[in-house]
Protein backbone atom coordinates (compact mmCIF):
# COMPACT_ATOMS: atom_id res chain seq x y z
CA UNK A 1 0.00 0.00 0.00
CA UNK A 2 1.51 3.62 -0.91
CA UNK A 3 2.04 6.23 1.40
CA UNK A 4 -0.85 8.97 1.99
CA UNK A 5 0.07 12.03 0.31
CA UNK A 6 1.97 14.58 2.33
CA UNK A 7 -0.40 16.98 3.84
CA UNK A 8 1.54 19.68 2.91
CA UNK A 9 3.75 19.23 -0.37
CA UNK A 10 5.70 22.49 0.41
CA UNK A 11 7.17 23.85 3.74
CA UNK A 12 8.63 27.68 3.48
CA UNK A 13 10.58 28.51 6.35
CA UNK A 14 12.26 32.53 7.12
CA UNK A 15 15.02 32.21 9.01
CA UNK A 16 15.92 34.81 11.70
CA UNK A 17 13.73 34.89 14.48
CA UNK A 18 11.68 31.66 12.79
CA UNK A 19 13.83 29.25 11.76
CA UNK A 20 17.09 30.06 13.15
CA UNK A 21 17.84 30.12 17.11
CA UNK A 22 19.42 33.38 18.41
CA UNK A 23 23.19 32.20 17.43
CA UNK A 24 22.24 31.67 13.98
CA UNK A 25 22.06 27.55 14.46
CA UNK A 26 18.95 25.25 13.86
CA UNK A 27 18.46 22.72 16.70
CA UNK A 28 18.79 19.25 15.93
CA UNK A 29 14.85 18.64 16.77
CA UNK A 30 14.42 21.56 14.22
CA UNK A 31 16.44 19.71 11.96
CA UNK A 32 14.71 16.11 12.11
CA UNK A 33 11.06 17.10 12.41
CA UNK A 34 12.15 18.76 8.84
CA UNK A 35 14.33 15.69 7.74
CA UNK A 36 10.69 13.30 8.92
CA UNK A 37 8.93 16.01 6.53
CA UNK A 38 11.23 15.81 3.32
CA UNK A 39 11.06 12.30 3.90
CA UNK A 40 7.03 11.99 3.45
CA UNK A 41 7.39 13.86 0.16
CA UNK A 42 7.09 17.45 1.60
CA UNK A 43 10.31 19.99 -0.06
CA UNK A 44 11.67 22.90 2.29
CA UNK A 45 12.23 26.38 1.11
CA UNK A 46 13.96 28.66 2.91
CA UNK A 47 12.65 32.51 2.41
CA UNK A 48 14.48 35.36 4.03
CA UNK A 49 14.65 39.05 3.93
CA UNK A 50 18.56 38.50 3.84
CA UNK A 51 20.15 39.05 -0.20
CA UNK A 52 21.99 35.94 -1.15
CA UNK A 53 25.54 37.24 0.18
CA UNK A 54 24.13 37.48 3.96
CA UNK A 55 22.14 33.76 4.02
CA UNK A 56 24.84 31.74 1.54
CA UNK A 57 27.16 31.09 5.09
CA UNK A 58 24.01 29.91 6.77
CA UNK A 59 22.89 27.17 3.88
CA UNK A 60 26.15 26.27 3.51
CA UNK A 61 25.83 25.48 7.42
CA UNK A 62 23.13 23.46 7.08
CA UNK A 63 24.54 21.64 4.21
CA UNK A 64 21.07 23.16 2.53
CA UNK A 65 20.97 22.39 -1.57
CA UNK A 66 17.61 23.66 -2.49
CA UNK A 67 16.33 26.81 -3.65
CA UNK A 68 16.11 29.88 -1.30
CA UNK A 69 14.30 32.97 -1.99
CA UNK A 70 16.51 35.64 -0.76
CA UNK A 71 16.20 39.30 -0.63
CA UNK A 72 12.49 39.90 0.40
CA UNK A 73 11.83 37.99 -2.88
CA UNK A 74 14.02 39.75 -4.99
CA UNK A 75 16.36 36.95 -5.18
CA UNK A 76 15.90 33.05 -6.40
CA UNK A 77 19.33 30.99 -5.22
CA UNK A 78 20.01 27.69 -6.11
CA UNK A 79 22.15 26.76 -2.47
CA UNK A 80 23.47 23.56 -3.93
CA UNK A 81 24.98 25.17 -7.32
CA UNK A 82 25.97 28.21 -5.32
CA UNK A 83 24.28 29.86 -8.52
CA UNK A 84 21.65 33.08 -8.55
CA UNK A 85 18.77 32.22 -10.70
CA UNK A 86 17.03 35.37 -10.59
CA UNK A 87 16.79 38.83 -9.33
CA UNK A 88 14.93 41.90 -9.45
CA UNK A 89 16.95 45.45 -9.34
CA UNK A 90 15.45 48.63 -7.13
CA UNK A 91 14.90 51.93 -9.66
CA UNK A 92 17.43 53.80 -7.42
CA UNK A 93 15.65 56.92 -9.36
CA UNK A 94 12.56 56.05 -7.92
CA UNK A 95 14.14 55.32 -4.55
CA UNK A 96 15.77 58.60 -4.37
CA UNK A 97 12.37 59.98 -5.02
CA UNK A 98 10.74 58.19 -2.10
CA UNK A 99 13.66 59.29 0.26
CA UNK A 100 13.41 62.81 -0.43
CA UNK A 101 9.53 62.10 0.17
CA UNK A 102 10.18 60.33 3.56
CA UNK A 103 12.63 62.73 4.91
CA UNK A 104 10.64 65.76 4.18
CA UNK A 105 8.05 64.12 6.75
CA UNK A 106 10.26 62.68 9.43
CA UNK A 107 13.88 64.52 8.48
CA UNK A 108 16.94 62.89 7.94
CA UNK A 109 17.22 59.40 7.87
CA UNK A 110 20.11 57.05 8.57
CA UNK A 111 20.36 54.70 5.67
CA UNK A 112 22.31 51.63 4.22
CA UNK A 113 21.94 49.80 1.16
CA UNK A 114 22.55 46.13 -0.02
CA UNK A 115 24.07 45.63 -3.39
CA UNK A 116 22.76 43.04 -6.12
CA UNK A 117 24.34 39.66 -7.15
CA UNK A 118 26.23 36.98 -5.51
CA UNK A 119 28.56 39.37 -3.84
CA UNK A 120 27.01 42.54 -3.05
CA UNK A 121 28.26 44.42 -0.53
CA UNK A 122 26.15 45.80 1.77
CA UNK A 123 27.40 49.73 2.51
CA UNK A 124 26.13 51.31 5.74
CA UNK A 125 26.06 54.91 6.12
CA UNK A 126 26.59 57.64 9.14
CA UNK A 127 24.47 56.54 11.75
CA UNK A 128 23.54 53.66 10.38
CA UNK A 129 23.13 51.63 13.38
CA UNK A 130 24.56 47.91 12.33
CA UNK A 131 23.47 44.78 14.45
CA UNK A 132 25.90 42.90 15.69
CA UNK A 133 26.96 40.04 14.18
CA UNK A 134 28.96 37.97 11.46
CA UNK A 135 27.44 39.85 8.30
CA UNK A 136 30.10 41.84 6.70
CA UNK A 137 29.28 45.39 5.55
CA UNK A 138 30.92 48.29 4.36
CA UNK A 139 30.82 51.86 6.21
CA UNK A 140 30.91 54.81 3.92
CA UNK A 141 31.29 58.13 4.32
CA UNK A 142 29.27 59.77 1.89
CA UNK A 143 25.61 58.73 1.29
CA UNK A 144 25.94 59.33 -2.42
CA UNK A 145 28.03 56.08 -2.65
CA UNK A 146 24.83 54.43 -1.89
CA UNK A 147 23.33 54.88 -5.18
CA UNK A 148 26.35 54.14 -7.56
CA UNK A 149 25.51 50.36 -8.37
CA UNK A 150 22.53 48.26 -8.30
CA UNK A 151 20.73 47.88 -5.56
CA UNK A 152 18.20 44.79 -4.26
CA UNK A 153 17.08 47.47 -1.39
CA UNK A 154 17.31 50.13 0.99
CA UNK A 155 17.44 50.11 4.67
CA UNK A 156 15.98 52.87 6.73
CA UNK A 157 16.38 54.07 10.42
CA UNK A 158 15.45 57.28 12.00
CA UNK A 159 16.96 58.50 15.35
CA UNK A 160 13.80 58.96 17.12
CA UNK A 161 10.93 57.48 15.38
CA UNK A 162 10.07 53.64 16.30
CA UNK A 163 10.03 51.16 13.14
CA UNK A 164 6.60 50.76 13.07
CA UNK A 165 5.83 54.54 12.87
CA UNK A 166 8.92 55.42 10.31
CA UNK A 167 7.64 51.99 8.14
CA UNK A 168 3.81 53.49 8.47
CA UNK A 169 5.19 57.06 7.29
CA UNK A 170 6.85 56.00 4.36
CA UNK A 171 3.66 53.81 3.21
CA UNK A 172 1.51 56.88 3.41
CA UNK A 173 4.02 58.90 1.70
CA UNK A 174 6.41 57.14 -0.72
CA UNK A 175 4.05 53.70 -0.81
CA UNK A 176 3.23 54.40 -4.37
CA UNK A 177 7.09 54.38 -5.52
CA UNK A 178 8.27 51.93 -3.40
CA UNK A 179 7.72 48.78 -1.50
CA UNK A 180 8.55 49.04 3.10
CA UNK A 181 8.30 46.31 4.99
CA UNK A 182 9.59 46.19 8.70
CA UNK A 183 12.14 43.00 8.61
CA UNK A 184 13.56 42.93 11.89
CA UNK A 185 13.82 44.69 14.58
CA UNK A 186 15.89 48.25 13.47
CA UNK A 187 15.24 46.75 9.88
CA UNK A 188 12.63 48.87 7.60
CA UNK A 189 13.51 48.39 3.96
CA UNK A 190 13.16 50.36 0.65
CA UNK A 191 11.86 47.42 -2.11
CA UNK A 192 11.15 47.50 -5.41
CA UNK A 193 7.52 47.93 -5.99
CA UNK A 194 4.85 44.97 -5.47
CA UNK A 195 8.03 42.93 -4.35
CA UNK A 196 7.33 40.79 -1.15
CA UNK A 197 8.04 37.12 -0.39
CA UNK A 198 5.08 35.77 -1.80
CA UNK A 199 6.49 36.61 -5.08
CA UNK A 200 9.62 34.58 -4.88
CA UNK A 201 7.97 31.75 -3.12
CA UNK A 202 5.52 31.75 -5.99
CA UNK A 203 8.26 31.69 -7.78
CA UNK A 204 10.09 28.64 -6.77
CA UNK A 205 6.65 26.87 -6.16
CA UNK A 206 6.24 26.79 -9.75
CA UNK A 207 9.95 25.36 -10.70
CA UNK A 208 9.17 22.63 -7.48
CA UNK A 209 5.52 22.24 -9.10
CA UNK A 210 4.19 22.62 -6.08
CA UNK A 211 0.71 25.34 -5.46
CA UNK A 212 -0.18 27.57 -2.77
CA UNK A 213 -2.51 25.45 -1.71
CA UNK A 214 0.16 22.72 -1.18
CA UNK A 215 2.61 25.41 1.02
CA UNK A 216 2.37 26.44 4.92
CA UNK A 217 4.68 28.80 5.89
CA UNK A 218 6.16 30.29 9.17
CA UNK A 219 7.38 33.10 10.17
CA UNK A 220 8.09 36.32 12.62
CA UNK A 221 8.09 39.60 11.01
CA UNK A 222 5.18 41.50 9.28
CA UNK A 223 7.96 40.94 6.22
CA UNK A 224 6.29 37.39 6.52
CA UNK A 225 2.35 38.86 6.10
CA UNK A 226 2.58 38.63 1.60
CA UNK A 227 3.90 34.98 2.10
CA UNK A 228 1.07 33.96 5.00
CA UNK A 229 -1.63 35.31 2.63
CA UNK A 230 -0.27 33.15 -0.47
CA UNK A 231 0.12 30.30 1.24
CA UNK A 232 -2.48 27.66 2.47
CA UNK A 233 -1.50 27.95 6.19
CA UNK A 234 0.57 30.68 8.01
CA UNK A 235 2.08 29.76 11.00
CA UNK A 236 3.83 32.54 13.21
CA UNK A 237 6.59 31.82 15.89
CA UNK A 238 5.46 32.92 19.63
CA UNK A 239 8.13 35.78 19.62
CA UNK A 240 6.39 37.08 16.19
CA UNK A 241 5.45 40.67 15.87
CA UNK A 242 1.60 41.83 16.71
CA UNK A 243 1.00 42.23 13.03
CA UNK A 244 1.85 38.67 11.72
CA UNK A 245 0.14 37.22 14.56
CA UNK A 246 -3.02 38.75 13.47
CA UNK A 247 -3.19 36.98 9.89
CA UNK A 248 -1.57 33.65 11.07
CA UNK A 249 -3.42 30.66 10.80
CA UNK A 250 -1.72 29.52 13.94
CA UNK A 251 0.89 30.84 16.55
CA UNK A 252 3.68 28.07 17.61
CA UNK A 253 6.33 28.08 20.15
CA UNK A 254 9.23 30.31 19.86
CA UNK A 255 12.09 30.02 17.27
CA UNK A 256 13.99 29.13 20.76
CA UNK A 257 11.82 26.69 21.67
CA UNK A 258 11.40 24.53 18.10
CA UNK A 259 7.96 26.40 17.48
CA UNK A 260 8.24 24.44 13.96
CA UNK A 261 9.28 21.18 15.04
CA UNK A 262 6.09 21.53 16.88
CA UNK A 263 4.08 21.67 13.74
CA UNK A 264 5.76 19.31 11.44
CA UNK A 265 5.77 16.61 14.19
CA UNK A 266 2.13 16.88 14.18
CA UNK A 267 1.76 17.22 10.41
CA UNK A 268 4.51 14.04 9.81
CA UNK A 269 5.03 12.06 12.62
CA UNK A 270 7.46 10.34 12.02
Request: charged share 20%.
Amino acid sequence: MSAPPAPYQLIATDLDGTLLRHDETVSERTRAALAAATAAGAAHIVVTGRSVPWTRHILDALDYRGLAVCGQGAQLYHAGEHRLLTSVTLDRQLAGLALAKIEAETGPLYLAASRDGLAGEVLVGPGYRVQDGPLPSIPIDDPAELWTAPLNKVYLQHPSLDDDSLARTAREVAGDLVGVVVAGPGIVELLPLGLTKATGLSLAARRLGVKAAGTIAFGDMPNDIAMFGWSAHGVAMANAHDELKAVADEVTASNEEDGIAVVLERLYPS
